[in-house]
């Protein structure tokens, strides 16, 4: 019996998977990927006469059987996923019917479209006595939220918000914003397919007007959003430094100096 990895194939530019998911992939037997955005990892890395197919037509049962017949023949077999596995994937649904039929189970975290987002748009999450804190989150859709997980109550942290599966929620996206007490001018970030050749759209707006601007670049799909305090840091004058690298802060590897120069 071969074992299942859900490999984690990073937000769509074949280059941003882990050396661990491409060696993976290269001695796979077959890989089953979701959808348009990993087809590319796949094709690129697998050996010849690896078994490779979408699973964008199937149903939950049929990824599930496709793995366990796979796992019968093959050492190893690859289900690629967007981003990180971990994140708005079907992890657990799929690793529950691997457990009861027995086989090995294994997981390569991959660079989710929130890291690669933030990095397209050189933005960081955190921001020395800015921001110390990310949440991850999705406005409700079909999937309903569990309690105390609405936009508005996370929003009343005030830190970094990273908004999947939400591009097209933006005037819900405001309007819970502004409940929780966020200004209309706030900046927001939207990035569409991240790190993908050629694709890659970065928008900048407001509160107010990023809805229209999303619109007129024709985004309705694979964005992600991040409302932020810490957003356009990058520009601000006067900035808080680490701490860490401060000529005064003694740490492990450095003793820091009374006599600070600034
Ligand atoms: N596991 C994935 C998320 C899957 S949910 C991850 O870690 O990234 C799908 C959502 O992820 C999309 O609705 C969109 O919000 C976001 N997404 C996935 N790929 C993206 C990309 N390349 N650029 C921007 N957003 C992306």
């Known amino acids: 019996m071969g074992k299942v990895w859900f490999v984690g194939a990073g937000p769509g530019d074949p280059e941003l998977i882990t050396v661990k998911g491409r060696d993976l992939i290269a001695r796979a037997g077959a890989i089953l990927y979701a959808g348009s955005l990993v087809s590319e990892v796949a094709t690129r890395f697998a050996p010849a006469g690896c078994e490779i197919a979408d699973s964008k037509e ?47 189970v294994g997981v390569v975290p991959g660079v989710s479209s929130a890291m ?94 990023i809805r229209d601007k999303c619109r007129a670049e024709k985004i309705a799909s694979q964005a992600m959003i991040i409302v932020s305090p810490a957003l356009g840091a990058r520009r601000w004058p006067e900035l808080k430094k680490s701490k860490l690298y401060d000529v005064a802060f003694t740490h492990r590897f450095r003793k820091g100096m009374k006599t600070a120069t600034r």
């Open 58 to 104: 199937m149903t939950l049962e049929q990824i599930s059987a496709w793995l366990i017949g796979k796992a019968q023949a093959h050492d190893t077999v690859v289900r690629l996923q967007t981003g990180d596995p971990t994140l708005y994937g079907t992890l657990i649904e799929l690793v529950q019917p691997l457990d009861i039929a027995g086989i090995e």
């Open 116 to 209: 690669a987002s933030a990095a397209a748009a050189v933005e960081s999450l955190t921001l020395p006595e800015v921001t110390q804190t990310v949440i991850f989150t999705r406005l409700q859709g079909r999937t309903p939220m569990p309690p105390g997980e609405s936009l508005e109550e996370l929003a009343r942290h005030r830190c970094t918000l990273c908004l999947f599966l939400s591009i097209t929620l933006l005037h819900k996206v405001k309007e819970a914003l502004l409940a929780a007490g966020w200004r209309d001018d706030s900046p927001v970030l939207v990035v569409h397919k991240a790190s993908w050749p050629g694709e890659e759209k970065i928008v900048r707006g407001t509160l107010a007007d």
